[in-house]
Structure formats: structure tokens, C-alpha cells
């Protein structure tokens, strides 16, 4: 079993910065990928970065550029770097991990309000 927290939301205007933490409870936290993922209001989840055990990481396009996921394996901590930020990344961001490469994620944190002024 994983928990995970999630830290760092806030409010801040449009092209300003922010940093999420994702803290990990457990042993094998450096053995799983993990994700972020972000829900705005009346929308469904989506996917936005992912981190794997070795360190390869995917974005979504819309975040390409501007966002930066990264890990400290000796903290249990999943990190996203959010700069340059618009309007449409108010969302509650999630992270998430998996232990399958190509698997679902079955981990998830309760979320983190991020809500950016334009």
C-alpha cells in the first residue's frame, strides 16, 4: 500500500509560479512511475506528466515547455514545477503511481487546489 499527499496549491496570477509535492509513504517508492494529473471544474481528469522509475518523463502537450516533473527517490517525493501559468490550469492536480510500466495507476493523493488569475 502507497499513501500519497499532495502539497503546494495555491492562487497565483496568470504567468507566475508554482511547485507541487507529492510525498510518498513506503518502501518502494523509487520502484513505481508516477504521475500528475489535473481536473478542472465540469471536466473530466486528465493526464498531464509522468515520471518512470528511471527517470524518463512525458508531458501533455499543453504543459510542454512550462511544466518540469522531477523526483527525490531518498525523499519519497514526486515534484511538478509549474511556470508560465495560464487561466486554464485551475484545476485540482492529483498524483498518482504505478507499479506496471503501461499499467493503470492505482495509487492516487486526494488532491491540491491550483487556481490561477488571469
Known amino acids: 500500500q502507497v499513501q500519497l499527499v499532495e502539497s503546494g496549491g495555491g492562487l497565483v496570477q496568470a504567468g507566475g509560479s508554482l511547485r507541487l509535492s507529492c510525498a510518498a509513504s513506503g518502501r518502494t517508492f523509487s520502484t513505481y512511475t508516477m504521475g500528475w494529473f489535473r481536473q478542472a471544474p465540469g471536466k473530466e481528469r486528465e493526464f498531464v506528466a509522468h515520471i518512470s522509475r528511471s527517470g524518463d518523463t512525458y508531458y501533455v502537450d499543453s504543459v510542454k515547455g512550462r511544466f518540469t516533473i522531477s523526483r527525490d527517490n531518498a525523499k519519497n517525493t514526486v515534484y511538478l514545477q509549474m511556470n508560465s501559468l495560464k487561466p486554464e490550469d485551475t484545476a485540482v492536480y492529483y498524483c498518482?503511481?504505478?507499479?506496471?510500466?503501461?499499467?493503470?495507476?492505482?495509487?492516487w493523493g486526494q488532491g491540491t487546489q491550483v487556481t490561477v488569475s488571469s
Open positions: 498518482a503511481a504505478r507499479g506496471t510500466p503501461g499499467g493503470p495507476y492505482v495509487y
